[in-house]
């Protein structure tokens, strides 16, 4: 049964540093995209950032660009997402996702699996 498994969340003052991976199992997802997305309370699941299976493309929201970078090794089953110089807005819960499809989706009902979340606080 095919798994998505993330951590490194957790608390961190605004400015600071968190990285998030999320580990796959059960399936050969570095054939899969990955993307990231966050949901804050009250709000929907927005689109935080995408890599095609191969890493070769890279895609971000606008809030995040140039202070979060998605990664992976397809070696180790894992993506990973550095996020920097945080801010209070950024503050919600963050979920791994993996798509199968033709190109690299950035909207929820793309992806088929897609792991339990963690939660990251900014504080101001």
């Known amino acids: 049964q095919a798994q998505l498994v993330e951590s490194g969340g957790g608390l961190v003052q605004a400015g600071g540093s968190l990285r998030l991976s999320c580990a796959a199992s059960?399936?050969?997802?570095?054939?899969?995209?990955m993307g990231w997305f966050r949901q804050a309370p009250g709000k929907e699941r927005e689109f935080v950032a995408a890599?095609?299976?191969?890493?070769?493309?890279?895609y971000y929201a606008d809030p995040v660009k140039g202070r979060f970078t998605i990664s992976r090794d397809n070696a180790k089953n894992t993506v990973y997402l550095q996020m920097n110089s945080l801010k209070p807005e950024d503050t919600a819960v963050y979920y791994c996702?993996?798509?199968?499809?033709?190109?690299?989706?950035?909207?929820?009902?793309?992806?088929?699996?897609w792991g339990q979340g963690t939660q990251v606080t900014v504080s101001s």
């Open positions: 996702a993996a798509d199968h499809g033709e190109v690299v989706a950035q909207v929820p009902y793309e992806y088929d699996y």
């Open positions: 059960g399936r050969t997802f570095s054939s899969y995209d």
């Open positions: 890599i095609s299976w191969s890493g070769g493309s890279t």
